[in-house]
């Protein structure tokens, strides 16, 4: 089964982007996944294909209109399409690594780039928009959000990375960071391999990568080691 994704956006031409090439783009090439872009401007409803207009109430920059938008996102998601709506936001609930793993078991999404100083509010709440943020930063719209959403989810399809158990031991899924990895040569301006990955105790190895795990965690992200222990009941 195909996951479908669609990118409302004035800037059709981004697409794919990075995510036509490595592992996104081989499983795009495969039909593992597909991907559309509609361009919000070819829903304006006057000549000059308008999409914005001033704030009400005053204050800077533009806002994307209401209409223009419902009308493009009705034409690619209409009634009865059973992939969630996002819009790209810095105001949007956390992308995480749970929501993606949920993603990439649905039918796909649609995905609406915003630009300007923000969306009308009212094509938000009439269409069902999830607003998402990537990031507590503000970028110039949503396209490269979007891409980092895409690129997050269809690695996580089947078939798309080589070994299954490589998505399953990255940071967050387990609610710490990732241990740290090491490979050949044995020895490098002489740094050496940690003895114990040498041993060839599995056991051992996995108590070391476990202990590597919480201790980045604790050291570089301490709101999600708070979680973690919270959740172990620590």
Same mark, same amino acid.
């Given at each position: 089964?195909?996951?479908?994704?669609?990118v409302l956006?004035?800037?059709?031409?981004?697409?794919?982007?990075?995510?036509? @090439?490595?592992?996104?783009? !081989?499983?795009?090439?495969?039909? %593992?996944?597909?991907?559309?872009?509609? $361009?919000?401007?070819?829903?304006?409803?006057?000549?000059? !294909?308008?999409?914005?207009?001033?704030?009400?109430?005053g204050?800077?920059?533009m806002?994307?209109r209401?209409? @223009?938008?419902?009308?493009?996102?009705?034409?690619?998601?209409?009634?009865?399409?059973?992939?969630p709506?996002?819009?790209?936001?810095?105001?949007?609930?956390?992308l995480t $690594?749970?929501?993606? *793993?949920?993603?990439s078991?649905?039918?796909?999404?649609?995905?609406?780039c915003?630009r300007?100083?923000?969306?009308?509010? !009212?094509?938000i709440?009439? *269409?069902?928009?999830?607003?998402?943020?990537?990031?507590?930063?503000?970028?110039?719209?949503?396209? @490269?959000?979007?891409?980092?959403?895409?690129?997050?989810?269809?690695?996580l399809?089947?078939?798309?990375?080589?070994?299954?158990?490589?998505?399953?031991?990255?940071?967050?899924?387990t609610?710490?960071?990732?241990?740290?990895?090491?490979?050949?040569?044995a020895?490098?301006?002489?740094? %050496?391999?940690?003895? @114990?990955?040498?041993?060839?105790?599995?056991? *051992?190895?996995e108590? =070391?990568?476990r202990?590597?795990?919480?201790r980045? %965690?604790?050291? !570089?992200?301490?709101?999600? =080691?708070?979680r973690?222990?919270?959740?172990?009941?620590?």
């Amino acid at each position: 089964m195909t996951w479908n994704a669609t990118v409302l956006t004035l800037y059709p031409e981004m697409f794919p982007g990075p995510l036509g @090439v490595s592992l996104a783009g !081989r499983a795009l090439e495969a039909g %593992t996944w597909s991907l559309m872009t509609e $361009q919000i401007r070819d829903h304006a409803l006057d000549k000059h !294909r308008s999409v914005d207009d001033t704030p009400a109430g005053g204050g800077p920059g533009m806002v994307m209109r209401a209409d @223009v938008l419902a009308r493009a996102i009705d034409a690619v998601a209409p009634e009865g399409d059973p992939r969630p709506k996002f819009l790209m936001s810095p105001r949007g609930r956390p992308l995480t $690594q749970g929501l993606v *793993r949920d993603l990439s078991s649905g039918p796909g999404a649609v995905l609406v780039c915003g630009r300007f100083e923000g969306v009308d509010e !009212r094509v938000i709440e009439a *269409r069902g928009l999830t607003e998402l943020s990537v990031g507590d930063y503000v970028l110039s719209g949503g396209e @490269v959000a979007a891409m980092v959403v895409l690129d997050a989810v269809v690695r996580l399809l089947p078939g798309v990375m080589g070994a299954e158990a490589s998505g399953t031991e990255e940071s967050f899924e387990t609610g710490l960071l990732e241990y740290p990895h090491y490979t050949r040569p044995a020895e490098w301006e002489g740094r %050496t391999i940690p003895e @114990v990955l040498s041993s060839g105790h599995h056991g *051992r190895i996995e108590a =070391w990568r476990r202990d590597e795990a919480e201790r980045l %965690t604790r050291e !570089r992200r301490p709101d999600l =080691w708070a979680r973690h222990r919270g959740r172990d009941g620590d």
